[in-house]
């Protein structure tokens, strides 16, 4: 798994959580605190409310890239780890899995055949 958004990068070994619908919200766990620092400058560097790239690639191998606004950032520590959690409103989204399934119907021609009635 394997999130980007704007210039920040998670690896899958970072994240607990990713779900992908109308809002795409993911939280990860930061075990090291020198990769806690890398995290937290490119988290305060987002911008909020404004049109934000965004790439995911499930378990699967499936990538769905789209543009949204991020609409929350948390940051949270639990003793000597630390995460974040955050939401963005998915404003367009495209899955290059869907794309080649429509290919894949528009390329077979469609012929209606018509068998003769038995009497």
């Keep these: 798994m394997y999130v980007k958004l704007d210039q920040l990068e998670i690896m899958g070994t970072h994240l607990e959580e990713v779900k992908v619908g109308d809002i795409l919200?993911?939280?990860?766990?930061?075990?090291?605190?020198?990769?806690?620092?890398?995290?937290?400058?490119?988290?305060?560097?987002?911008?909020?409310?404004?049109?934000?790239?965004?790439?995911?690639?499930?378990?699967?191998?499936?990538?769905?890239?789209?543009?949204?606004?991020?609409?929350?950032?948390?940051?949270?520590?639990?003793?000597?780890?630390?995460?974040?959690?955050?939401?963005?409103k998915v404003k367009k989204q495209k899955s290059l899995s869907d794309k080649r399934t429509h290919e894949r119907l528009a390329s077979h021609a469609v012929i209606a055949e018509l068998s003769p009635l038995p009497f």
Excluded: C
């Design 25 to 88: 919200s993911f939280e990860a766990l930061i075990r090291n605190p020198l990769d806690w620092d890398h995290f937290f400058e490119r988290i305060e560097m987002l911008k909020y409310h404004r049109n934000t790239p965004f790439t995911v690639v499930t378990r699967e191998g499936d990538r769905i890239q789209g543009i949204g606004e991020i609409i929350s950032a948390e940051k949270w520590r639990n003793g000597i780890h630390f995460g974040f959690k955050i939401k963005v």
